[in-house]
């Protein structure tokens, strides 16, 4: 509810070097683009901020209002760095996304990746007249999104007004409250998190849920400029057995019987990829990215980021109200 809360802070703990740190969040400005290159192919991926959608009127809608006075202290303001005031929050966010979408026209438009990533918080219902030919223009081939608190994904169905572009809400995240009830046994999409798998000609994108269920299995293959799709190889990873299920159990033909969970709870799927710890992606459109240790091997298929990368950010304008400046920061 609040504009003034903690956008400094996230921004300026990436830079934080000593303890409390523990040098994996990465939001190091408020929209920047990654790339990472693996042998044969690469990915850029491209985090922007969504909150134009959240910064209305000052006396409007109380309750979903980054800009609303009914939750801003008097006087509140972010000096040069952010809205100088309540009245000013709505057009500084709009200006923000206005220099974003420039900025991430240009970035399509020049980047060479094999797969081109969009990262946001709001799903792109919000702004789909921007999204729609923005997609289709470039044949940008994923948006992974947040804000509902339940597991979507969005591919070729009639619902998905992006199509072939896929995009998928992602559960998780740090709220409390969820879309609808999630069931303790966890067979429900409330909440839970995706798990990618990328390919020169594939990504593999599994539903997880809060309880460890596969609840489904979706392979997409390259959007090209102006809609096309490239067709599925004859090796898809979507005939592949997938980590979380048992040998011989279907992969997405509907979600386990609470009697046959679709992985051992004690067991972690993930554990060969952790040798150092945690390699878990937390939360959408920033944050702990949880890059895989250097044990993995880059010429193979991996799940999540990997390879070695760059992430870039954008220089500071007027238009945007004083962004970080340019950097590039490799790691493994």
Not at 89 to 102: S, T
Request: charged residues 20%; negative net charge; contains cysteine.
């Amino acid at each position: 509810y609040m504009f003034t809360r903690g956008w400094d802070q996230v921004v300026a703990y990436t830079w934080l070097q000593d303890f409390p740190s523990k040098r994996r969040w990465v939001t190091p400005a408020l929209y920047y683009t990654t790339k990472v290159r693996y042998t044969e192919f690469s990915a850029e991926y491209f985090f922007l901020d969504s909150n134009v959608f959240d910064a209305h009127e000052p006396h409007a809608d109380a309750a979903h209002n980054l800009c609303s006075m009914a939750h801003n202290v008097n006087k509140a303001g972010c000096g040069t760095m952010g809205p100088a005031s309540v009245d000013e929050c709505p057009l500084w966010f709009k200006r923000l996304w206005d220099a974003q979408m420039e900025w991430l026209d240009a970035g399509l438009a020049a980047t060479t990746a094999t797969w081109q990533i969009i990262v946001t918080h709001f799903p792109p219902e919000h702004g789909h007249e921007e999204w729609i030919p923005l997609t289709k223009r470039y044949g940008v081939d994923l948006m992974i999104v947040g804000h509902r608190h339940q597991q979507e994904v969005h591919y070729l169905g009639d619902e998905n007004f992006l199509r072939p572009t896929a995009y998928i809400v992602s559960g998780g995240g740090g709220g409390i409250t969820s879309e609808g009830m999630p069931r303790p046994d966890g067979l429900d999409d409330q909440y839970g998190f995706m798990d990618l798998t990328l390919t020169a000609q594939e990504i593999r994108i599994e539903a997880i849920s809060h309880r460890g269920w596969l609840r489904s299995v979706t392979c997409i293959t390259q959007v090209y400029p102006d809609g096309e799709r490239a067709a599925p190889p004859a090796d898809s990873l979507c005939v592949k057995p997938s980590v979380y299920a048992k040998p011989g159990e279907p992969l997405s033909a509907g979600p386990p019987t609470p009697s046959e969970p679709a992985r051992n709870e004690a067991e972690d799927p993930f554990a060969a990829d952790r040798p150092n710890g945690d390699n878990s992606m937390d939360g959408v459109g920033g944050g702990d990215l949880g890059f895989p240790q250097d044990t993995m091997d880059p010429a193979s298929p991996i799940n999540g980021f990997a390879g070695e990368g760059v992430w870039s950010v954008p220089t500071p304008s007027p238009k945007d109200g004083g962004l970080l400046g340019s950097l590039l920061w490799r790691f493994r």
